[in-house]
């Protein structure tokens, strides 16, 4: 019925989902200690930051900073969130060379989170689009509570249908499906994934930013496998939320996620064992357990067995 087939390609959000809304301020030190250890563990997308004002997401003021510290790994893209033509300035200053720029979906989220309304954000975003891909800097568009708002409840697929279009036409690479509040299901995600596919270029490709707020972010996942989706945003530990939406905490975990497509033979690349150890660093820096599965559990069976003949 379905192709469950091809690589998959997992985006590790902790760094600036995971760490947004944290209060404990990460310094550049840790969040390199952090870097490091999921380019060891095989991931080959890592966002690093966000193009913010540090008066809003305190935790993302050290951005340019950390950017002018990254010796690169061949082989790993490092990516970044802008939000206007200001964040997209401070990223070309400092080098990037792939960078997330979305709007929302939603009238109620995207005035608390720009302070615009949905038409006003996306009027904004066309020339910084633009411009950005002028520089020669790989887009990904995203639209933010494209699956559910948590203010507003369920969002028109005709909207998220449209703005899609929009970035189509642009000519960006890829395209960005946001639950930013969790409020999604398999059904929903499959039907959007699927209709999107019909809709934009055949050569810009789907991802999907999901939130596990209900329980829901692996059974969502795998609906977007399902409908032809291979890339993915995650976070070590499933650390993460938007700082504009009460309690969408959670993003899907990166181990998880690997873990998950390993066991139906989808190659990532990543090795969840490796993140075992970051996930308990985070939890002991934070002081607290992150929501995150196989971290917390022993390996399956096989998986022991396999190690014991090695």
């Not at 409840?153 to 249908?161: K, L, S």
């Not at 789907?206 to 707020?213: G, I, P, R």
Request: aromatic fraction near 6%.
């Amino acid at each position: 019925m379905y192709d469950m087939t091809g690589d998959v390609l997992i985006e590790d959000e902790f760094l600036r989902d995971g760490l947004q809304n944290e209060k404990r301020l990460f310094s550049i030190e840790e969040k390199l200690g952090f870097l490091a250890t999921l380019e060891a563990a095989g991931v080959r997308r890592i966002q690093v930051g966000s193009f913010v004002h540090p008066k809003w997401v305190p935790q993302m003021a050290d951005t340019d900073a950390l950017f002018e510290r990254i010796a690169p790994k061949p082989g790993v893209t490092y990516t970044a969130l802008v939000l206007n033509k200001a964040g997209l300035e401070r990223a070309l200053a400092v080098g990037v060379k792939h960078l997330s720029i979305s709007v929302s979906a939603s009238e109620t989220h995207s005035k608390k989170n720009t302070n615009r309304s949905v038409d006003e954000a996306r009027a904004a975003i066309v020339p910084t689009i633009e411009k950005a891909l002028g520089e020669g800097v790989a887009v990904r568009a995203g639209i933010q509570s494209a699956l559910g708002c948590g203010f507003e409840g369920r969002i028109d697929p005709d909207r998220v249908v449209e703005i899609a279009r929009e970035f189509s036409a642009l000519g960006v690479g890829e395209i960005n499906i946001a639950d930013t509040a969790g409020l999604s299901n398999p059904r929903d995600v499959y039907a959007l994934c699927t209709r999107l596919r019909d809709e934009i270029a055949p050569d810009v490709r789907l991802s999907l930013h999901l939130h596990d707020t209900r329980g829901l972010g692996l059974a969502n996942m795998v609906a977007g496998l399902q409908a032809g989706v291979r890339i993915f945003d995650a976070a070590l530990g499933g650390l993460g939320g938007c700082p504009f939406v009460p309690k969408a905490t959670g993003n899907i975990a990166t181990e998880d996620a690997a873990f998950a497509c390993e066991q139906m033979g989808l190659n990532t690349g990543v090795d969840w064992r490796a993140l075992t150890a970051p996930v308990a660093t985070a939890e002991a820096l934070l002081e607290r357990q992150l929501p995150a599965r196989v971290s917390h559990v022993p390996a399956p069976p096989w998986d022991q067995q396999k190690e014991t003949a090695e």
